[in-house]
């Protein structure tokens, strides 16, 4: 093929009205949006009324981590010594935080109260409470939770295994990978030993400790059921996480707990499961937590990087539906790679050149194939540094740079 530049417009091609229609076709087929569940977090949560009151940097001291505990395939009880080794490092995190109920503008309008006056609709609040888990990494009050725990939050609360409670600082939080990180004022705190989530391998036994349902240091075992599960494999696109899969029961209230092996160190936090299923929990591995949290505990926030397209994989399957719908508008001549259906205006994709139609069939020079891929390379690229990407246009190669910038994360209200 034809290798051309990016700057070579056809001229027939009504993007913004193909994007739309290729939204509406593929909104039934997996998609990724790069810059933005059908997953329940494993978080309990309640909402109160108003008038109820609210509850609620790497540290220079050494850590002192609990020593592993190896266990013997012939000792029936190895859970039990992990627990008791381990289980003072889990916490229970309570949080609340205040809702106001937006009044319409219609009702602020001086006419309208001239004539209603103090029966005018007023702004109502309501507190909402959640609780989840956590695990103490750091002996003078570090600790690690899911971000959808604390989100929001005006007030959070620390429970140690031993009774003892503490109020919550909110270090950061990074809902893009849905982990926070909290700071009490103790010292002498019992620590979990870290592992190696890049090395676990289905089948291998964990534990999970947290606070399901209210229910304080509940023990859960199972095993690895799978590694390497991807967002959108488990509905949640939105993340950039590889989920490890486990059958160790997780409920609400697990969410921020730890998932720990036979040697009684951390290999994960339990985040999620999938709602009417049995025995599928979800969990961050470990080394991704570590990286998010040494950039929370540091500058109290991550930025991830952030192109700004709406995209698939081309599928046979999808190129017919796509070419019944484009017709002549989309000379789309690839038969794999990924495909873009719709750019952000104004996004780093947009300001490149990148256009609706086209296939990314390469970037930094590592062809792609699949969603994970493009993700995976576009999370480990560097913000305001150019990233290659090659895509076929109309038949034709087109080498295009682009500049990511920081992912603009939207909260829910």
């Known amino acids: 093929?034809?290798?051309?530049?990016?700057?070579?417009?056809?001229?027939?091609?009504?993007?913004?009205?193909?994007?739309?229609?290729?939204?509406?076709?593929?909104?039934?087929?997996?998609?990724?949006?790069?810059?933005?569940?059908?997953?329940?977090?494993?978080?309990?949560?309640?909402?109160?009324?108003?008038?109820?009151?609210?509850?609620?940097?790497?540290?220079?001291?050494?850590?002192?981590?609990?020593?592993p505990i190896i266990a013997s395939s012939g000792d029936p009880n190895f859970v039990v010594k992990v627990v008791q080794n381990v289980g003072p490092a889990v916490v229970r995190i309570d949080s609340s935080r205040t809702i106001t109920a937006r009044v319409p503008d219609e009702f602020n309008d001086p006419s309208f109260r001239r004539f209603f006056g103090d029966t005018a609709p007023q702004p109502r609040q309501r507190v909402e409470r959640g609780s989840g888990s956590g695990f103490i990494i750091n002996s003078s009050g570090q600790i690690l939770t899911n971000s959808h725990v604390v989100d929001g939050a005006d007030r959070v609360t620390v429970t140690l295994k031993d009774g003892r409670t503490f109020d919550g600082k909110v270090l950061g939080e990074d809902p893009v990978t849905d982990v926070a990180a909290i700071k009490i004022d103790?010292?002498?705190?019992?620590?979990?030993?870290?592992?190696?989530?890049?090395?676990?391998?289905?089948?291998?036994?964990?534990?999970?400790?947290?606070?399901?349902?209210?229910?304080?240091?509940?023990?859960?075992?199972?095993?690895?059921?799978?590694?390497?599960?991807?967002?959108?494999?488990?509905?949640?696109?939105?993340?950039?996480?590889?989920?490890?899969?486990?059958?160790?029961?997780?409920?609400?209230?697990?969410?921020?707990?730890?998932l720990i092996n036979a040697r009684g160190q951390v290999i994960a936090m339990n985040t999620a499961i999938i709602r009417g299923a049995q025995g599928l929990g979800f969990a961050i591995p470990i080394n991704t937590v570590q990286k998010i949290a040494q950039e929370l505990i540091a500058t109290g926030k991550v930025d991830h990087p952030y192109l700004g397209v709406q995209m698939v994989t081309l599928?046979?399957?999808?190129?017919?539906?796509?070419?019944?719908?484009?017709?002549?508008?989309?000379?789309?001549?690839?038969?794999?790679?990924?495909?873009?259906?719709?750019?952000?205006?104004?996004?780093p994709a947009s300001v490149a050149g990148l256009r609706v139609g086209d296939v990314i069939k390469s970037i930094n020079n590592q062809p792609v194939t699949k969603l994970e891929q493009v993700?995976?390379?576009?999370?480990?690229?560097?913000?305001?540094?150019?990233?290659?990407?090659?895509?076929?246009?109309?038949?034709?190669?087109?080498?295009?740079?682009v500049q990511p910038a920081p992912l603009p994360v939207r909260r829910e209200e």
């Not at 994007?19 to 309640?46: D, I, Y």
């Not at 109160?48 to 609620?56: D, E, L, W």
């Not at 950039?240 to 899969?245: A, C, G, L, S, T």
């Not at 999370?379 to 080498?399: D, F, Y």
Request: proline share 6%; hydrophobic share 35%.
């Open 1 to 67: 093929m034809k290798t051309t530049k990016h700057n070579s417009a056809p001229k027939n091609i009504d993007t913004k009205g193909l994007s739309h229609r290729l939204w509406m076709l593929l909104c039934g087929v997996a998609m990724v949006f790069l810059g933005s569940c059908s997953l329940e977090p494993a978080k309990t949560f309640e909402a109160q009324p108003s008038n109820t009151q609210a509850q609620r940097t790497t540290d220079s001291n050494p850590v002192i981590a609990l020593p």
């Open 186 to 258: 103790a010292n002498n705190l019992p620590t979990l030993s870290v592992g190696n989530s890049d090395a676990l391998q289905p089948g291998e036994a964990v534990i999970a400790i947290g606070n399901p349902l209210g229910l304080n240091n509940t023990v859960t075992s199972g095993i690895i059921s799978a590694t390497g599960r991807s967002g959108r494999d488990i509905g949640a696109s939105d993340k950039r996480v590889d989920y490890i899969q486990t059958d160790a029961a997780i409920n609400p209230g697990n969410s921020g707990g730890p």
């Open 315 to 347: 599928t046979p399957e999808n190129r017919e539906r796509i070419k019944n719908i484009a017709g002549d508008r989309l000379n789309l001549t690839a038969d794999d790679g990924i495909l873009l259906v719709e750019i952000v205006p104004r996004s």
């Open 375 to 401: 993700q995976k390379l576009v999370e480990n690229s560097k913000i305001g540094t150019t990233l290659p990407i090659q895509v076929e246009r109309n038949g034709k190669i087109v080498q295009i740079g």
